[in-house]
């Protein structure tokens, strides 16, 4: 995977351990971790539970409970595409079809190789819809053209 | 170039950059560069005259002249007309502050967004920043509770709570310990307020908080912001190490006896994390599952101590109302809706953005007058208010004024303040089905109505829509609906009927459609 180091337990552990102190410190040691190699290994449960004094369980449910985490590692590129109300008041259906029929993309397919598109609701830019979210940057009035553009791009540096 | 560089206004609010403010920037960069020109280029946050992004403005001897949108191919020209001191050319709009779209606002809680530059702490201080909390820091705890009270404000997030009695059950509750918690959860679609805010003048919340924590007296708080805002994450880190050094926030408040201690934690992608309880699960490390109330979150609310839980715009609103007075304040407005509220109009409509005014104006003014009608040109079907979870209103219901209650009066709500616009290629059967399959994805699944409802909504809307035994499903509809509002645990499952309803009363055509045919195309 472009720009992540593979899983490694004592790196994670180092990472854990140095965010211990804060209060209710779960999701901070679970984005701390999926920012440093892209997604959280199940390996991560018995650290964080550890660490806190928490069962495995209460640490795999909160990993479990929220759409950001991954416990596999992701595609090189991952591009939100915002599906929410105002990005569908300006076609984002549309945009979704499109990128089905013209261009070989299914929102959503988690095998779809070095390259996703992904479901997001409302990324806030609501006046300059449909959006999509990549590599942190925003983009606004995104097309499919454009989409499949980027999962190329992503390919590319795969 | 010995002239003082010329300050020209470049946003680093993510819509700005969405359509290629980045650029932009650079583009000006470089030309000034290439022609030996002294150029300051400063990254304010946006005007929200959302459709005119990028928009540049230059600092001239008459005032702030903007050009938008301007994309990078325009800059030579730009630059070749003069723009550097206000030159003429088809991008210059005029002074910022005399378009109409500004000039109709009542800017309090916005009003040094797009003007400053957001992590400046000196022109935090120029523009009137820390005036309300210095004010504050002479008062006592009660005394501040009071004129949050006096001043009317409701909870800005959708609820209307009226913001001083949540302050009040805080103040006199005894703990050791007690929290300050903004939700900035933003997750309604068609609202980005707090995003703008936190972009364009972070330091505004940050002093809100402040001034509620010397309220109730209490010394750590936390920001939970969710993570689809990279872009406000990094500026509010930035913003809390500067107000840190400034004395702003940490041990003594501007050097009183007041600690402070803020963090801005990041959400995780769950909607559910924008009601209160759920929020408060979430910040202590577990799975968001709502909270069965009571207890009040002002009693035993962040690991079980008393907190204040307020959305961003509830707590911004605070340090204008400190600095100029409850009163003055409270004389904006209609009703019971006090003040003003940060309007976000979006969707399909020519002109979006966020509109500062007070209470009352309706929303025909805001979505034609302001947003000139829709985007696509065609007619307005449907504008829903209020986010996922607010109702669907027809095009000859615009007349309602923005206000707590005239809204409620007709089954909608006015929520986080933002409108979304359809035109009427919008197929309202399909937005009713939408609504359930979107709390079926973001219910925390503790309570029956909300978890097995929402897919029972989906499944019932497939048949409607499929034209199957459409009476009897439309029955089915009405009474799920009914339960879910009755019996739900919290406004996630309780509000889905809100836009089903209303787009099932409002466009009963959409949903009386004879069956498909079994093979399509």
Known sequence: MAGYPAWDQDSARMIVAGLAHLEGATLPMLHALQDEFGYVDPQAVPLIAEALNLSRAEVHGAISFYHDFKTAPQPARIVKLCRAEACQALGCESVVDELSRNHGIAVDDHHAGDAIVETVYCLGNCALGPSALVDGELIGRVDAARIAGLCQHGKAHS | ?521
């Not at chain 2, 959305?311 to 304040?329: C, E, K, R």
């Open chain 2, 1 to 521: 170039m010995s002239a003082a560089p010329v300050r020209i206004f470049v946003p680093i609010d993510a819509a700005a950059l969405s359509v290629g403010a980045e650029a932009v920037a650079q583009a000006i960069a470089s030309e000034a560069t290439t022609r030996g020109l002294s150029v300051e280029i400063v990254r304010n946050g946006s005007r929200g005259m959302l459709w005119l992004e990028p928009l540049v403005e230059v600092e001239t001897t008459e005032g702030r002249i903007a050009y938008g949108p301007v994309t990078a191919k325009d800059v030579a020209a730009l630059f070749d007309a003069g723009f550097v001191s206000g030159g003429a050319h088809a991008l210059r709009l005029g002074k910022t502050e005399e378009l109409d779209w500004m000039k109709r606002q009542q800017r309090l809680t916005f009003e040094r967004v797009g003007v400053i530059d957001p992590l400046s702490i000196a022109d935090y201080r120029a523009y009137g920043g820390f005036k309300g909390l210095e004010k504050a820091l002479a008062l006592t705890g009660g005394e501040i509770v009071d004129a949050v009270k006096a001043s009317g404000l409701r909870g800005r997030g959708g609820a209307g709570f009226p913001t001083g009695i949540k302050w009040k059950t805080v103040h006199d509750a005894k703990a050791e310990q007690k929290y300050i918690v903004c939700n900035a959860d933003e997750g309604d679609s068609g609202t980005f307020a707090d995003r703008m805010l936190f972009e364009g003048d972070p330091y505004l919340v940050i002093e809100g908080m402040v001034i509620a924590a010397i309220a109730v007296g209490a010394t750590r708080g936390y920001i939970y912001l969710r993570s689809e805002y990279p872009h406000a994450h990094r500026t509010l880190q930035r913003a809390i190490l500067k107000a840190e050094a400034a004395g702003m926030i940490g041990a003594s408040v501007l050097g009183s006896e007041h600690a402070f201690h803020l963090e801005v934690r990041l959400g995780a992608g769950a909607y559910i994390c924008g009601e209160e309880t759920s929020l408060l699960e979430s910040l202590e490390g577990k799975r968001a599952i709502v909270r069965a109330k009571p207890p009040l979150p002002a009693l035993q609310g962040l690991f079980g101590k008393p907190t204040v839980v307020n959305n961003v715009l509830s707590f911004a609103a605070v340090p204008w109302i400190m600095d100029h007075g409850a009163q003055t304040y409270a004389d904006y407005g209609m009703g019971r809706s006090r003040g003003t509220l940060p309007i976000q109009l979006g969707g399909n409509v020519r002109r979006g953005g966020l509109i500062e005014l007070a209470f009352g104006i309706s929303l025909r003014e805001i979505i034609e007058d302001m947003g000139g009608g829709t985007l696509s040109g065609r007619p307005i079907r449907a504008v829903q208010v209020g986010g996922p979870l607010g109702a669907y209103l027809t095009a000859e219901q615009l007349d309602v004024q923005m206000d707590y209650e005239a809204l409620a009066a007709m089954r909608a709500m006015l929520g986080h303040g933002g409108i979304v616009v359809f035109d009427d290629s919008v197929d309202m059967a399909k937005q009713a089905r939408f609504a359930f399959e979107f709390c079926a994805k973001e219910s925390c699944g503790k309570c029956t109505p909300c978890r097995i409802g929402a897919t029972r909504g989906v499944e019932t809307m497939n048949r409607i829509i499929a034209g199957t035994e459409v009476p009897k499903n439309i029955a089915v509809l009405r009474d799920l609906s009914k339960l879910m509002t009755d019996a739900s645990l919290c406004a996630m499952g309780g509000l889905t009927p809100m836009p089903v309803l209303s787009a099932l009363n409002h466009f009963p055509e959409d949903f009386d459609r004879p069956p498909l045919p079994l093979a399509a195309e």
